[in-house]
Nanobody
Framework: QVLLVESGGGLVQAGGSLRLSCAASGRTVSSVTMAWFRQAPGKERDFVAVITRSGSTYYADSAKGRFTISRDNAKNTVYLQMNSLKPEDTAVYYC?????????????????WGQGTQVTVSS
């Protein structure tokens, strides 16, 4: 059974930073695609960042230059470092995993999800 557990969310002022963690079990993060999505109230779940099994990364335009996705293979954990946070980054952030080889930004293609962690950025 695959289990993803996110942590690290919280309340931060605009311009601040947070690091989200996604601890995985039942699947090796270095062997699959791992991604972060976010969902604000009343909105669809949006792609944020992805890291492939080869270590390639890809970001949504809203995340480029501010967010960094990485992984620690020894801890089987994926991270999302978020800097220069803005109020519009406020959302529940979800970790997801997919065994497909090609990078995909569509939530429907990911087969396991974490429970989410709330990120709130105050102005």
């Amino acid at each position: 059974q695959v289990l993803l557990v996110e942590s690290g969310g919280g309340l931060v002022q605009a311009g601040g930073s947070l690091r989200l963690s996604c601890a995985a079990s039942g699947r090796t993060v270095s062997s699959v695609t791992m991604a972060w999505f976010r969902q604000a109230p009343g909105k669809e779940r949006d792609f944020v960042a992805v890291i492939t099994r080869s270590g390639s990364t890809y970001y949504a335009d809203s995340a480029k230059g501010r967010f960094t996705i990485s992984r620690d293979n020894a801890k089987n954990t994926v991270y999302l470092q978020m800097n220069s946070l803005k109020p519009e980054d406020t959302a529940v952030y979800y970790c997801a995993t997919d065994t497909a080889v090609l990078i995909t930004t569509e939530p429907g293609t990911y087969d396991y999800w974490g429970q989410g962690t709330q990120v709130t950025v105050s102005s």
